[in-house]
């Protein structure tokens, strides 16, 4: 499906990166944060349980990460009725942000430029964009909307889902055949035999997709799989007492999570995360949200996953296709990093609240997304209606 577009000027503020070295710690035990959030909160205070244990994440940064790492349940006040009112000082400051991170929504024509006739390819991330944000990660569910949406754009533009979670997890969870999907924060892909194989990446090996297909499977960090089964059984161990805290396994990352960890134990749970990852030199921390992520030190990214996935279908280096790349998270900033350095596509952020990102747009929530979508697939529809009126007449 062909649209139109033009270039959207759009406004970045980096933060400034982490002075790693001043700390003196190494740098795979270090909160890999792509774009800083803008609102640090201050350490919880903590009981120690021995003095000076606690030193190691409160140093290397990875406690403020925590702290920061999902956006703060919204201030509500009551009227005097008794109804909820959102604190209008952060709703002015969200109006603020959006002058340098402007509504996707409202900016739908200069994202998807309709008259300079580029193709649209779409990818997405999943948790906080495509599901809201629950506090059991086994119950994040997409709605029946959202998936119909989902549907119908991949009709129109090729549509891939980039996750954090295992590939496997995220298509039972999707459950579209019709997508391309990467788990393991792009470490694993699968796509048609018919695309191409990238030629730097030799690595692929054939498979079958979901549909029983055959198809081409990449996984840059195969050989992590024994050492990441190894760490995910220690996790779990680790933190077996932390009420609240579960390790979830993603084949080529682990995820510890800590939303229903009491924060006074977040210090603990960090801690015992550090403590496992010094036996591992070749795995490096990563940041999501209420969620460390462990993963390989290896060059690859979601970033890094959008450009194969562009070169495999034969996108890359083409100026007639515009990517989007739809995320809410940290890992999502690698991805829309990719697309403002080179200056194709759009990254769109979906927040609730002010934050400093590579993005060039945002969306509030995933209700947003979903408007985003059905948006979408209006537009490819009144295309084709306008290319059968024309081929009528
Ligand atoms: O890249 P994503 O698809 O966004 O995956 C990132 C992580 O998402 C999941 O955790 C997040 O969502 C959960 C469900 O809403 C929530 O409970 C958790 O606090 C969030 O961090 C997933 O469980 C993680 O493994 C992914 O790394």
Not at 148 to 159: C, E
Not at 191 to 207: G, N, Q, R
Request: proline share 5%.
């Amino acid at each position: 499906m062909d649209v139109k577009s033009t270039k959207a000027s759009s406004i970045l503020a980096d933060p400034s990166p982490m002075n790693k070295s001043r700390l003196g710690i190494r740098s795979n035990l270090l909160p890999c944060s792509q774009s800083g959030p803008s609102f640090t909160t201050s350490v919880p205070t903590v009981t120690r349980k021995k003095p000076g244990k606690l030193d190691d994440v409160r140093s290397n940064g990875w406690l403020d990460a925590m702290q920061s790492s999902s956006p703060p349940r919204k201030k509500v006040n009551k009227d005097f009725n008794g109804v909820d009112l959102v604190s209008d000082e952060a709703e002015i400051a969200y109006q603020f942000w959006m002058i340098r991170y402007p509504s996707a929504l409202n900016s739908f024509q200069t994202i998807t430029g309709r008259e300079m006739n580029k193709k649209l390819v779409i990818f997405l991330d999943y948790d906080g964009t495509l599901s809201p944000i629950v506090d059991d990660p086994d119950r994040a569910f997409m709605s029946d909307d959202m998936r119909s949406a989902l549907r119908n754009v991949a009709k129109y533009f090729p549509t891939a889902i980039i996750s954090g979670r295992s590939r496997n997890k995220v298509y039972e969870l999707v459950g579209l055949t019709e997508l391309y999907y990467a788990g393991s924060h792009g470490m694993d892909i699968v796509f048609p035999a018919k695309d191409l194989v990238p030629e730097k990446h030799v690595k692929c090996v054939k498979s079958t997709d979901n549909k029983g297909k055959e198809a081409n499977l990449f996984q840059p960090a195969s050989e992590f799989i024994p050492m990441i089964n190894e760490v995910f059984r220690n996790l779990v161990e680790i933190t077996k007492d932390i009420k609240g805290a579960k390790v979830e396994d993603h084949k080529f990352c682990v995820s510890v999570h800590y939303r229903n960890v009491d924060e006074n134990s977040w210090p603990v749970i960090a801690q015992n995360v550090h403590d496992i990852l010094k036996g591992y030199p070749r795995l490096r921390l990563t940041h999501g949200r209420k969620v460390l992520e462990v993963r390989p030190v290896i060059d690859w990214d979601k970033g890094k996953a959008v450009e194969f996935l562009l070169e495999s279908l034969g996108f890359s280096n083409r100026s007639d296709v515009l990517p989007i790349y739809i995320g809410d998270d940290r890992t999502d900033e690698d991805a829309f990093k990719v697309l403002r350095k080179k200056n194709r596509g759009y990254g769109i952020l979906v927040s609730t609240v002010p934050k400093e990102s590579n993005a060039s747009f945002s969306l509030r929530d995933t209700s947003e997304v979903q408007d985003f979508l059905e948006s979408l697939v209006k537009m490819a529809q009144e295309d084709d209606d306008e290319d059968a009126s024309y081929d009528t007449n």
